[in-house]
Every structure is written in C-alpha cells, then in structure tokens.
Nanobody, 126 residues
C-alpha cells in the first residue's frame, strides 16, 4: 500500500491549490480517506474526509473553502483549497483505511486511518 501526495506549493493569500493523493495497492472506492495537516509546533489536524459513499466531513476552519473529492478510476483523492489563508500553511498528509458504509470512528481523527502518505508542503504567504 502506498499513498503519494502531490500539488503542494507556495501561494499568496486568497489563492488556490489542488492537492492529490494517489493510491497504489489500495482501493479508494472501498475506503475512508482523509486529509490532515500539521504545522510546525502544532498538533496534527484533520481537515476533510470522504467515505466510500462519497459523504464528506470538514473541519470548521476549512468549511466553505476546501472540497474533498474522489476519482475512483484514477484511485485518487483530491483536496481543492480556495481562499487560502496564511494559517493554512502546513504539511498536508492523506490517510486511508478500508471501510464501507461510512468511516468507523471520528472521521477527522488520525487514529482511524492505517495508511499514510509522506506529505506535501503548502505555504501561504500574506
């Protein structure tokens, strides 16, 4: 199982980025997948999650600005990030766990997920 994130970079406040998390040896259509982020000196924070039925959950801090989606044929999860703020600066990771009919446990808790990518850095300048 391998998860590979991409799409990070540096953007000015108010800008947009789209992150991707491609899986190999894994089937996203039967999984719960989420994006997390961790800034230096801060705890890991769950940002958005999507289950096998396409239902989504978001952290309050990103609701209305971020959108998580899934492309099953490409086995890829996306995180579209709009209206970015300097406080969105962090390393972004995707996590996944086999699950159908919902995500077992708190959707935005890191303890739910068993496979992780290496992360992609997002930097938002003011």
């Amino acid at each position: 199982v391998q998860l590979v994130e991409s799409g990070g970079g540096t953007v000015q406040a108010g800008g947009s980025l789209r992150l991707s998390c491609e899986a190999s040896g894994y089937t996203y259509s039967a999984s719960c997948v989420a994006w997390f982020r961790q800034a230096p000196g801060k705890e890991r924070e769950g940002v958005a999650a999507i289950d096998s039925d396409g239902r989504t959950r978001y952290a309050d801090s990103v609701t209305g600005r971020f959108t998580i989606s899934r492309d099953n044929p490409k086995n890829t999860i996306y995180l579209q990030m709009n209206s970015l703020k300097p406080e969105d600066t962090a390393m972004y990771y995707c996590g996944a766990v086999p699950a159908t009919g919902g995500c077992y446990g708190p959707w935005l808790s890191g303890t739910v997920y068993t496979s992780w990518g290496q992360g992609t850095q997002v930097t938002v300048s003011s």
